[in-house]
């Protein structure tokens, strides 16, 4: 069955870095465009960054310059770099796919992980 994992999650200081990689398995990478959401507690889950089949990237305005997502597609991953964090980056972090285009809302997206912790100190 489609498995999406997620890794790389934990705590670390304002200004720190960490790295988010999520591993795809059960299905075809091929064709499939990649996204991060994040959702703070009493929040709702919102677009971090996706990325297509091809390469091409999208972010939403607050983590523009600050995180990249990229792809390795024979190695059926996905990551997610994130530089100069900020405690409003504080969050689980779930890695989605869905086939075609990239999407920016949650329900666009047919597979999703289990999600990973990212805490930001101040």
């Known amino acids: 069955q489609v498995q999406l994992v997620e890794s790389g999650g934990g705590l670390v200081q304002a200004g720190g870095s960490l790295r988010l990689s999520c591993a795809a398995s059960?299905?075809?990478?091929?064709?499939?465009?990649m996204g991060w959401f994040r959702q703070a507690p009493g929040k709702e889950r919102e677009f971090v960054a996706a990325?297509?089949?091809?390469?091409?990237?999208y972010y939403r305005d607050s983590v523009k310059v600050r995180f990249t997502i990229s792809r390795d597609n024979a190695k059926n991953t996905v990551s997610l770099q994130m530089n100069s964090l900020k405690p409003e980056d504080t969050a689980v972090y779930y890695c989605?796919?869905?086939?075609?285009?990239?999407?920016?809302?949650?329900?666009?997206?047919?597979?999703w992980g289990q999600g990973t912790q990212v805490t930001v100190s101040s």
């Open positions: 989605a796919a869905r086939y075609g285009s990239y999407g920016s809302r949650w329900d666009d997206y047919n597979y």
């Open positions: 059960g299905y075809s990478f091929s064709g499939y465009s």
């Open positions: 990325i297509s089949w091809s390469g091409s990237t």
